[in-house]
């Protein structure tokens, strides 16, 4: 005798939820279970009009169903991490630098000067992740919120030809959006996921993170706002990552500082909403004849170190 194959629960079946409520949730994007269980009752409430008491119940019945949010034993976690998956980032050393490479699940960020070769390695990063798992890809499309319209397909194409890729393959799989200030860019996260619907996403590119929020609250009366504004922000990036098992990679810019930071006194801004929030940090500086240093500051496994990439007309190389 066959077993029924178990029924997927979907939100109409966590309690409180009726037709009307599904309709608001689905309408802001919490359209299946795994999404409202890792939703904070706040943004919840916010988004789709449900009053709070009532979000924190829905939340609730959503972490039991989709069984999260309790103690788990060492031996669960490695089981569960398991599912993490690695992105070349096209450089040996730089894969080796992050353990294997750009990590599903997590927020890699990479900041330095202009001219430090972040933007060259979302670049390279978004065409290695349509190459096959076989070379180091998810073989995906791939999201890139671009908040200083430094996307160039040129670049994408070159990339591509240096892979042995067929450019117009690459270029129809990546997304780009332009953001074009704080709030528009915070909203092209949140709506990041009904595109997930339609395309296989593994990586999540922000190319950056900060120059809106840097550049619309400033001085000391404003900090604290831009701070809970870029502090949901990068939940909601994690949370994309986590639901979708995806790469989350962004830059970041710097601003100098009185104090030194790693013998250089330039500093990644975002404070430590950012440096708590991001998994991996990554600070990139200027070399001679095309290298850049990429040093690991932050990983919740990783030792400290560096290592020398070369930036060339076919992408990201390992320096000599």
């Known amino acids: ?17 009726g037709e009307a409520t599904a309709e608001k949730l689905r309408e802001n994007g919490y ?6 269980a890792v939703a904070s009752p706040k943004d919840l409430s916010e988004l789709s009009g449900i009053a709070e008491g009532a979000a924190i119940k829905i939340i609730a019945a959503a972490r039991k169903s989709a069984d999260i949010g309790n103690f788990e034993t060492g031996e669960q976690i490695l089981q569960r991490r398991k599912d993490v998956m690695k992105l070349t980032t096209g450089s040996k050393n730089l894969d080796e630098l992050l353990g294997g490479g750009f990590e599903t699940q997590s927020i890699t960020e990479f900041f330095g000067e202009f001219g430090s ?3 060259q390695i979302m670049h390279q990063a978004a065409v290695n992740a349509t190459m ?4 180091g890809g998810f073989d995906c499309d791939v999201l890139i919120i671009d908040s200083e319209n430094t996307f160039r397909p040129e670049r994408i194409i070159q ?9 117009d393959v690459v270029l129809k799989r990546i997304h780009v ?8 860019q915070i909203l092209l996260a949140e709506k990041a996921g009904d595109l997930a619907k339609e395309f296989p996403i593994r990586l999540m590119i922000v190319d950056s993170l900060t120059s809106h929020f840097r550049s619309e609250y400033m001085g000391r009366g404003s900090l604290s706002e831009r701070q809970q504004l870029l502090n949901r922000h990068m939940h909601d990036l994690l949370r994309f990552g986590t639901v979708n098992n995806a790469v989350i990679a962004v830059t970041n810019q710097v601003s100098a500082r009185p104090d030194v930071f790693f013998g250089d006194p330039m500093a990644p801004i975002g404070g430590n909403i950012v440096g708590h929030t991001a998994t991996f940090r990554v600070y990139l500086r200027k070399g001679k004849a095309g290298k850049r240093i990429a040093r690991l500051i932050d990983s919740p496994y990783l030792p400290e170190g560096e290592t020398v990439i070369q930036l060339s007309e076919n992408g990201i190389l390992d320096g000599v």
Do not use: C
């Not at 359209?31 to 409202?36: A, G, H, T, Y």
């Not at 990339?159 to 450019?167: I, V």
């Open 117 to 119: 070769g972040k933007t």
């Open 132 to 135: 096959s798992e076989e070379q």
């Open 1 to 17: 005798m066959v077993e029924k194959e178990e029924k997927k629960l979907t939100i109409e079946d966590l309690p409180g939820v």
């Open 31 to 36: 359209d299946d279970i795994m999404n409202l």
């Open 177 to 184: 959006a332009r953001a074009y200030n704080s709030h528009h």
């Open 159 to 167: 990339m591509s030809k240096g892979k042995d890729l067929d450019p």
